[in-house]
């Protein structure tokens, strides 16, 4: 595809003048056009710049830019749509390329890169022959412009914020992404980098004086490593196939590149930033070659400074400094980055990309750890060591705020923790309504440490353990008896309460690093309840792990994910009953489980009033049930704004499961995200659930709520919100709801 190496181009981490100048070179010979400028959007001046251009190979950026309005090419922005001229100097309207190219191109096709509806830069290609501007040439450069909208979006983004670092580098900053854990802290940024990603890496002065002797022998460890691969590859593929190893080793031993990285060690700079910097260097000078052997050298270059990099890492013991406040930084933080923090010791979670609903996100809401993720161009080396300030109320963090900013935040982190400590005396009252109508609050557990956080809440019960986590923390299916262990402690933490365990619920975004296969369309594929019906031995060794572990507990409940038809839970019945069967016959006393169904499909919703029948409670999986009824993936960024689990269309639904429940004399709960959020749960109450599972970190604010209110003022908040057309009008309403009744510090600190 000819687009492809033009927009990988783009996707370099140079400067974008640079980036965009190998761009309108690259272009003119992949789309074989005279000439190619381009231009981008000056959001503030209301202009666009001339960025690069062949017609001028020494433009400094700033020094073109046209209005809108004033040029030809303004029509593309004006109206979002490509614009052809066969014989320019016959157009109604001057161009400055006219000027540029001295009237000697006569032909033009200039296109728009929009992103989210905003003209973001023009590409213009000039060419001698009107004739070539074939309706291939015009598609493809469509495509192409199409496939810019991201990665321009973002270098332009980047660079923004580097001039602005650049220009003002004490200065305040802030910078905006999606919540993925609601709270506000402040402290000390700990950037975590992730190696595959060299240009992450810091620049920093010498960290001990003990770099060179780790360089060295991390050097040799790979040089031992390559010269294995080389052996093994000349032997399976023959020499041929191995000289790339041989370029390694070659490269390696070089003074280009061992000897560059030992004198700015020499210099003073930490071991880490002086390899970054040798190997782009040299990977710089390979791409601007126009051989395409030298631009793979580059990736190359970089290959091997990953390779010296991992070897450092498994030499360096792991004992990062985290201060007393962290705050972790990271182009994707994940569970484990989080999981090496030392207790106690981390304030809040930064991350480039990830969704709020990985695992990082539940592992936050878990450590009730406020996380701001999704941030565009988040400059990583640029605030590690700073302060910091994350309001995850509003999605934002600030870098080096300002004293009158920093104070005011301060008042409202000690008015949060406040909150905290009157919260916690809510912990063993009832959770009822003013007019004491009673809602049970279980909570969600998914690891084991999230047990002693749902007994020091109240809860009462386990609402949704997530069984899948062992699963993943394991390179092989935990035994039975592995898996029992496991199902007892939870059982047994709350002995006279329910405990609600699903049973594997893998697949789509939940993999299982020994049992994966790749998939197009993995939500819509082999998940939950789909893939164990076909594996059954794995379901019904869980399910007898289950059952033995309820042995002098008997408040076992099983939970069945992603059901979808009627088969399947006849199905699932009739192994739950085999493996009941076989316990008895072991010798196990114990009674029938009881056995639910998650609603999280549409079709489980049409079908509600016939499954109900076949079980004893419903759960609704509110996460998965938002995806598959706005049809919008729950981990794609790209979409997320389109998210909510307040939809109109959300509302309906679950009010209509309510009353099917209710019909049938049906227990139902609700143990998706949106249980435990306080700004729901009037609407829920009034719908009528009596039952809510959520993270234990969010169970007393729900309490709080509960205790404020009456059944009739819930019953109100859905009459009222049921007429409302838009998820935003829900939110304001909602939001002012719990403002008007003295509970918006629930969702925003500050507020009473
Ligand atoms: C849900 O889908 O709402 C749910 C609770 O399950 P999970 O988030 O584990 O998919
Ligand atoms: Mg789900």
Not at 186 to 209: F, H, L, M
Not at 307 to 334: C, F
Not at 672 to 700: H, K, Q, R
């Given at each position: ?16 003048d640079?980036?965009?100048?190998m ?6 010979k ?22 690069a ?6 433009l ?45 191109l ?21 060419l ?21 909208s ?7 983004h980047?660079?923004d ?14 910078f ?13 940024a700990?950037?975590?980098?992730n ?47 191995a ?5 390694y080793l ?35 000078l ?5 051989e395409?052997?030298?631009?793979e ?25 985290y ?33 709020s ?14 996380f701001v ?47 905290a ?26 690891l ?28 092989r ?14 059982l ?8 609600v ?42 399910i ?25 839970v ?21 009674d ?10 549409p079709?489980?919703v ?19 049930l938002a ?43 609700l ?41 009739k ?40």
């Amino acid at each position: 595809m000819l687009w492809q190496p033009l927009v990988k181009i783009i996707e370099l981490k140079h400067e974008l003048d640079v980036v965009l100048s190998m761009f309108a070179k690259e272009a003119c010979k992949v789309l074989s056009v005279d000439a190619c400028s381009v231009f981008i959007l000056d959001e503030t001046e209301h202009t666009y710049t001339l960025s690069a251009s062949t017609l001028v190979p020494t433009l400094r950026s700033g020094m073109i830019y046209i209005s809108a309005k004033d040029d030809l090419l303004g029509k593309v922005a004006l109206r979002e749509e490509a614009l052809i001229i066969t014989d320019m100097s016959k157009a109604s309207s001057y161009s400055v390329l006219q000027t540029l190219s001295r009237n000697r191109l006569q032909s033009l096709l200039a296109a728009p890169v929009v992103h989210k509806g905003e003209v973001i830069a023009i590409i213009a290609l000039q060419l001698n022959d009107k004739d070539k501007i074939t309706e291939s040439l015009q598609t493809d450069v469509a495509t192409l412009c199409a496939n810019l909208s991201l990665p321009l979006n973002r270098a332009i983004h980047i660079e923004d914020v580097s001039e602005q670092i650049e220009d003002k580098p004490q200065s305040p900053m802030y910078f905006d992404g999606v919540s993925a854990n609601d709270g506000v802290q402040k402290g000390i940024a700990v950037a975590r980098y992730n190696i595959t990603d060299i240009e992450e890496i810091p620049d920093k002065p010498t960290q001990s004086d003990d770099e060179e002797r780790l360089f060295i022998s991390a050097v040799k460890d790979v040089k031992e490593s390559l010269e294995e691969m080389l052996e093994r590859v000349t032997l399976l593929a023959g020499s041929e196939e191995a000289q790339l190893f041989e370029a390694y080793l070659q490269m390696i031993d070089s003074s280009r590149f061992y000897d560059a990285i030992i004198g700015y060690i020499r210099q003073g700079i930490w071991l880490q930033s002086a390899i970054k910097r040798v190997v782009i260097e040299q990977a710089t000078l390979f791409e601007q070659m126009d051989e395409p052997y030298f631009v793979e050298r580059a990736s190359d270059i970089r290959d091997l400074g990953k390779r010296i990099l991992l070897a450092l890492e498994n030499k360096i013991l792991k004992k990062s400094h985290y201060a007393v406040d962290t705050v972790l930084v990271a182009s994707e933080v994940t569970a484990s980055m989080i999981a090496e923090v030392p207790k106690g010791r981390l304030k809040a979670i930064i991350s480039e990309h990830g969704s709020s609903y990985s695992h990082a996100a539940i592992l936050a809401k878990a450590l009730s750890v406020p996380f701001v993720t999704s941030i565009k161009a988040l400059p990583i080396s640029f605030i590690d060591g700073k302060e910091v300030i994350v309001d995850a109320y509003v999605g934002r963090i600030y870098i080096q705020p300002a004293k009158g900013l920093k104070s005011a935040y301060e008042r409202l982190i000690k008015h949060e923790s406040q909150k905290a400590v009157e919260l916690q005396a809510l912990k063993d009252l009832s959770s009822t309504t003013i007019d004491g109508h009673e809602i049970t609050l279980k909570a969600n557990v998914g690891l084991i440490a999230d047990l002693d956080r749902a007994l020091s809440q109240g809860a009462a019960g386990v609402g949704l353990y997530r069984s899948e986590i062992p699963f993943m923390i394991r390179e092989r299916f935990p035994s039975e008896d592995e898996q029992r262990i496991i199902y007892q402690q939870i059982l047994s933490t709350f002995p006279n309460k329910p405990a609600v365990l699903r049973t594997l619920d893998v697949g789509a975004d939940k993999t299982l690093p020994y049992f994966y296969e790749e998939e197009q369309n993995p939500a819509l594929g082999w998940r939950g309840i789909r893939m164990l019906l076909d594996q059954s031995n794995l379901f019904l060794m869980q399910i007898r792990a289950m059952l033995k572990a309820s042995l002098h507990h008997d408040n076992l409940h099983i939970l069945l994910p992603m059901i979808t038809t009627i088969e399947e839970v006849k199905e699932a019945k009739q192994l739950i009953r085999q493996a009941y069967k076989e316990v008895i016959e072991e010798g196990f006393d114990i009674d029938k489980p009881r056995i639910g169904i998650m609603i999280e499909v549409p079709a489980a919703v049409v079908l509600a009033e016939r499954l109900i029948d076949l079980i004893d409670f419903v759960s609704i999986g509110s996460n998965d049930l938002a995806q598959y009824i706005l049809a919008v993936d729950r981990t794609n960024e790209k979409v997320a704004n389109l998210y909510n689990q307040l939809h109109p269309a959300m509302i309906r639904t679950l009010y209509h499961l309510v009353k099917v429940a209710k019909k049938h004399n049906k227990e139902i709960s609700l143990c998706g995200e949106l249980g435990g959020n306080p700004i729901a749960t009037a609407l829920l109450v009034g719908m009528g659930f009596d039952s809510l599972s959520m993270n234990a970190s969010a169970l007393l604010k729900v309490k709080q709520v509960l205790r404020s209110v009456t059944k009739k003022q819930c019953r109100n908040v859905l009459k009222q919100v049921l007429k409302l057309a838009t998820t935003d009008e829900v939110h304001t309403y909602l939001e002012n709801f719990l403002v008007e009744n003295d509970l918006g510090g629930l969702i925003r600190a500050g507020i009473n």
